[in-house]
């Protein structure tokens, strides 16, 4: 019975490599370097200076409001006792007030930053996924999973030609 078994994967075998070399279709394969891709397109950079902006704001507004406890910590000895529980409390109060503003802006910094970062990665599928259609490719891999690449594999120059191309006629 054994003996049958081990005949029978000889044989789905011997079919498979006898097969013409005609009937046995070429996959088509490409690679793509994502992170070029991402970083070479144009809609990253315009989102990477426009996130800059908004944390140069957050940041303006930062040093104004530690200007503002640098100045009332300067006039604590100056005042009397009342006032000068006052002012601490108030100082208190300004420093958590600090404290919340800095996490809010790195929460939604980060929350930006991801929303656009998932936007490209969709404008990349989509292109990627054009792209090997009409190329006749039937699968393109992240270069980064390979241990080897051969040469002429590579589509990441043509996908970013596309990107910035769709992205330039918006």
Do not use: C, H, W
């Amino acid at each position: 019975m054994r003996k049958y078994g081990i005949l029978g994967i000889v044989l789905f075998f011997f079919l498979i490599f006898a097969m013409p070399a005609g009937a046995q279709k070429a996959v088509k394969i490409g690679t793509l370097d994502l992170s070029k891709a991402f970083d070479n397109y144009e809609k990253t950079k315009e989102y990477d200076a426009e996130l800059q902006g908004q944390s140069q704001a957050y940041q303006e507004e930062r040093e104004a409001r530690i200007d503002k406890m640098k100045e009332l910590q300067g006039k604590l000895a100056l005042l009397k006792d009342e006032e000068k529980a006052k002012a601490e409390q108030e100082l208190a109060s300004m420093a958590e007030d600090l404290k919340n503003f800095d996490d809010r802006s790195q929460i939604d910094l980060r929350k930006i930053q991801d929303e656009r970062i998932r936007e490209i990665l969709l404008d990349i599928e989509k292109v990627v996924a054009d792209f090997a259609q009409k190329q006749g490719y039937q699968v393109i891999l992240n270069n980064r999973v390979l241990i080897y690449e051969g040469e002429g594999l590579d589509v990441t120059e043509e996908v970013l030609a596309i990107l910035n191309q769709n992205y330039n006629k918006q």
